[in-house]
């Protein structure tokens, strides 16, 4: 079996955050080898994962929120394209509660992503087009503009109410399965709900036929688990979210859902990036961030241990190099959609990631002699070589999700991420305070 498309991306882009407080594993589990072979095998731990967390009871495809409140106040600012904003919240555990919110746009385009915050207990950041702050209320605002539902989602214990963090506390609950499906049971169960009000004809309900997923941080880490073990999931973007294990030491060890030995023996972080990616129209799209100063990044990297620099220790566990060339075309693209004033930054990125086309590219910005740069134009002259394929026929749009493999240098912005409204942020957080 052809290994499932996956990517990584590389940015370097800064991020800052305190140090996650968790129990460190006195040793973390090898991960390096990909267990996975064949679709059967796939489905096969895919069953395994699910009984790990859910027990007897299996996957909760039959539960539903305990509470809907339909057209409440939007918890996000200055959202445009917006019908109007639903809450739903689920009762998980004693004094455990999850949140979410559906952003239903005026005109649907028939796709829901779930966007899936971290460490963080709002998803109202700032909404002005600088690189300020998380960036959850300029996404949520792009996929309104493109038609897409929204379903904001919180972590336990890290939503507006409930700021506590704690979860190492959690895995002490007694419960069918793992108190791990704590992470991922409002996903779940707010899916079931759009689908279910997807199906009827009333109120107006959106008419979702396709299911993406995005998360930041510790959503990022959401992300990568909830599309592997879901494959309604079609397109997965998880942001500074993880690595497999044996590339992290120190500070990119994390909390304890992230290096938990009774799950990863089972599946490693390889096999569930396989996981997320496999099946037809299925992909997964890795963000990183190279100056991340909390998990992930350049300066958590341990090179004596992995023996290679930090860009080729990730390009190491890339699952698919036989699509690399054709689809930087697509994330290039992607990527200059939402961020159009950074088609520097992203040319640059192509020229590292593939070497061989630093001096094309080089040729087709000069030819612009100053003048603004735009990415596609760029990408069009270059072309004829055949590096990067034969261009798309159709439009893309930001969430049909590009496949590559390699480090890619996204929109870095300003070295400084400032939230806008001050204030201090929960242990295991980003609080992008200092550059």
Same mark, same amino acid.
């Given at each position: 079996m052809k290994p499932a498309a996956s990517l990584i991306i590389c940015g370097s882009a800064a991020l800052a955050c305190l140090s996650p407080v968790s129990a460190l594993p006195a040793e973390l589990l090898n991960d390096s080898s990909? !267990?996975? #072979? !064949? =679709?059967?095998?796939?489905?096969?731990?895919?069953?395994?994962? *699910?009984?790990? &967390?859910?027990?007897?009871?299996?996957?909760?495809?039959?539960?539903?929120?305990?509470?809907v409140l339909t057209n409440v106040a939007s918890p996000v600012k200055y959202l445009q394209q917006l019908a109007r904003v639903d809450e739903l919240r689920?009762?998980?555990?004693?004094?455990?509660q999850g949140l979410a919110y559906h952003f239903i746009p005026q005109r649907p385009n028939s796709g829901l992503v779930v966007v899936h915050h971290g460490h963080a207990c709002t998803l109202d950041d700032d909404p002005s087009p600088q690189d300020v702050g998380y960036g959850l209320q300029r996404t949520i605002q792009a996929l309104l503009a493109e038609g897409y539902g929204v379903l904001g989602v919180f972590m336990p214990h890290m939503r507006p109410g409930d700021? @506590?963090?704690? #979860? /190492?506390?959690?895995?002490?609950?007694? @419960?069918?399965? =793992?108190?791990?499906?704590?992470?991922? /049971?409002? @996903? $779940?169960v707010c899916l079931n709900y759009v689908k279910s009000r997807s199906r009827s004809r009333s109120d107006r309900f959106p008419r979702y036929r396709d299911f993406h997923m995005t998360g930041l941080s510790g959503g990022g880490w959401t992300t990568t688990i909830y599309a592997a073990i879901d494959p309604a999931i079609r =397109? !997965?973007?998880?942001?500074?979210? @993880?690595?497999? +294990?044996? &590339?992290r030491s120190g500070g990119s060890v994390g909390d304890r859902e992230q290096f938990e030995l009774s799950f990863y023996r089972l599946a490693g972080y390889p096999d569930l990036y396989i996981l997320g990616a496999h099946g037809r129209g299925r992909k997964q799209v890795q963000i990183l961030v190279r100056r991340d100063d909390c998990c992930f990044?350049?300066?958590? #990297?341990?090179r004596k241990? !992995?023996? +290679?620099?930090? $860009?080729?220790?990730?390009? /190491?566990y890339h699952l698919d190099p036989d699509v690399v060339p054709a689809a930087y075309r697509e994330v290039a693209l992607a990527v200059a959609q *939402?961020?159009?004033?950074?088609?520097?930054?992203?040319? $640059?990125? &192509? =020229?590292?990631? &593939?070497?061989? +086309?630093? /001096?094309p590219i080089a040729e087709a910005v000069a030819f612009y002699k100053g003048q603004p740069l735009a990415v596609a134009p760029v990408i069009d002259r270059i072309a004829p070589s055949g590096a990067l394929g034969a261009p798309p026929r159709v439009a893309l749009t930001p969430m049909r999700g590009p496949t590559i493999g390699g480090p890619y240098v996204p929109y870095s912005g300003t070295a400084t991420n400032v939230p806008p409204n001050g204030g201090t942020v929960p242990l295991g957080g980003r609080d992008y305070a200092e550059p």
């Amino acid at each position: 079996m052809k290994p499932a498309a996956s990517l990584i991306i590389c940015g370097s882009a800064a991020l800052a955050c305190l140090s996650p407080v968790s129990a460190l594993p006195a040793e973390l589990l090898n991960d390096s080898s990909i !267990s996975l #072979h !064949s =679709s059967r095998e796939i489905l096969q731990k895919r069953r395994e994962l *699910v009984k790990y &967390l859910w027990g007897a009871d299996g996957f909760p495809q039959n539960r539903f929120p305990d509470t809907v409140l339909t057209n409440v106040a939007s918890p996000v600012k200055y959202l445009q394209q917006l019908a109007r904003v639903d809450e739903l919240r689920i009762d998980m555990a004693p004094g455990l509660q999850g949140l979410a919110y559906h952003f239903i746009p005026q005109r649907p385009n028939s796709g829901l992503v779930v966007v899936h915050h971290g460490h963080a207990c709002t998803l109202d950041d700032d909404p002005s087009p600088q690189d300020v702050g998380y960036g959850l209320q300029r996404t949520i605002q792009a996929l309104l503009a493109e038609g897409y539902g929204v379903l904001g989602v919180f972590m336990p214990h890290m939503r507006p109410g409930d700021c @506590t963090g704690g #979860h /190492e506390a959690m895995f002490q609950l007694k @419960t069918q399965g =793992s108190p791990m499906k704590y992470f991922l /049971e409002p @996903t $779940a169960v707010c899916l079931n709900y759009v689908k279910s009000r997807s199906r009827s004809r009333s109120d107006r309900f959106p008419r979702y036929r396709d299911f993406h997923m995005t998360g930041l941080s510790g959503g990022g880490w959401t992300t990568t688990i909830y599309a592997a073990i879901d494959p309604a999931i079609r =397109s !997965s973007f998880p942001v500074a979210g @993880t690595i497999p +294990l044996y &590339l992290r030491s120190g500070g990119s060890v994390g909390d304890r859902e992230q290096f938990e030995l009774s799950f990863y023996r089972l599946a490693g972080y390889p096999d569930l990036y396989i996981l997320g990616a496999h099946g037809r129209g299925r992909k997964q799209v890795q963000i990183l961030v190279r100056r991340d100063d909390c998990c992930f990044g350049e300066r958590q #990297h341990d090179r004596k241990a !992995s023996g +290679l620099p930090y $860009a080729d220790a990730l390009r /190491e566990y890339h699952l698919d190099p036989d699509v690399v060339p054709a689809a930087y075309r697509e994330v290039a693209l992607a990527v200059a959609q *939402v961020a159009p004033k950074a088609a520097k930054e992203i040319l $640059a990125g &192509l =020229s590292e990631a &593939l070497p061989a +086309l630093k /001096e094309p590219i080089a040729e087709a910005v000069a030819f612009y002699k100053g003048q603004p740069l735009a990415v596609a134009p760029v990408i069009d002259r270059i072309a004829p070589s055949g590096a990067l394929g034969a261009p798309p026929r159709v439009a893309l749009t930001p969430m049909r999700g590009p496949t590559i493999g390699g480090p890619y240098v996204p929109y870095s912005g300003t070295a400084t991420n400032v939230p806008p409204n001050g204030g201090t942020v929960p242990l295991g957080g980003r609080d992008y305070a200092e550059p």
